[in-house]
């Protein structure tokens, strides 16, 4: 089993930053995407950004200019920098990872889920 644990979210004043952490765990043969994603109140979950083993990244077109994705293989650990929050950011952020497990099994596993505010 694939475990994700995040942290960093919290209560921001709009236009303030926040950093977004996940570690993954347990049976891990290869990491080949990190990911952020986002389900605010009444709405369904989206895509924020994501960065595969080899580094490219993808990101929503809302946050291109204020969200940074990177991550740290050793550490099997993604990372969300958030700058100049807005209040329409407000919304819990949930990590995924896929990969293999080994030669057999494949996974794609959710954390949790952490929630940032940001008040106006």
């Known amino acids: 089993q694939v475990q994700l644990v995040e942290s960093g979210g919290g209560l921001v004043q709009a236009g303030g930053s926040l950093r977004l952490s996940c570690a993954a765990s347990g049976t891990i043969f290869s990491i080949n995407a990190m990911g952020w994603y986002r389900q605010a109140p009444g709405k369904q979950r989206e895509l924020v950004a994501v960065i595969t083993d080899s580094g490219r990244t993808n990101s929503a077109d809302s946050v291109k200019d204020r969200f940074t994705i990177s991550r740290d293989n050793a550490k099997n650990t993604v990372y969300l920098q958030m700058n100049n929050l807005k209040p329409d950011d407000t919304a819990v952020y949930y990590c995924?990872?896929?990969?293999?497990?080994?030669?057999?099994?494949?996974?794609?596993?959710w954390g949790q889920g952490t929630q940032v505010t940001v008040s106006s």
């Open positions: 995924n990872a896929a990969g293999r497990m080994d030669y057999y099994r494949t996974y794609d596993t």
